[in-house]
């Protein structure tokens, strides 16, 4: 098993950033490949990012457009969520999620199928 605890969250203005960051536990945190997700309320679930479990390669959600950037930290088990430019409609809950298996490639690594461990979400909203 593999815990997730994020934190980072808050309430800014837009323009300004974030850091967010999600702390792993229970497993070897480096054989994960490590992703980002959102939910605005009364809308789905939205892919944000993800990086390889070898960090060698990031994907990002199409409206993410420059303004993020996801990053590991194998030494202190943590994912982080760096987030400039922040807009109204980045508002939402962010969920850490975690590859279901250890040491593979994603096949859809913006589908949510490819995670099988999540956290419980901090919230993040942006004041206009």
């Known amino acids: 098993q593999v815990q997730l605890v994020e934190s980072g969250g808050g309430l800014v203005q837009a323009g300004d950033s974030l850091r967010l960051s999600c702390a792993a536990s229970?497993?070897?945190?480096?054989?994960?490949?490590m992703g980002w997700f959102r939910q605005a309320p009364g809308k789905e679930r939205e892919f944000v990012a993800t990086i390889t479990w070898t960090g060698a390669t990031t994907y990002y959600g199409d409206f993410v457009k420059g303004r993020f950037t996801i990053s590991r930290d194998n030494a202190k088990n943590t994912v982080y969520l760096q987030m400039n430019s922040l807009k109204p409609q980045d508002t939402a809950a962010y969920y850490c999620a975690a590859q279901k298996y250890e040491r593979t490639f994603y096949t859809y690594p913006e589908s949510a199928r490819e995670y099988g461990y999540w956290g419980q979400g901090t919230q993040v909203t942006v004041s206009s």
């Open positions: 229970g497993r070897t945190f480096s054989n994960y490949g």
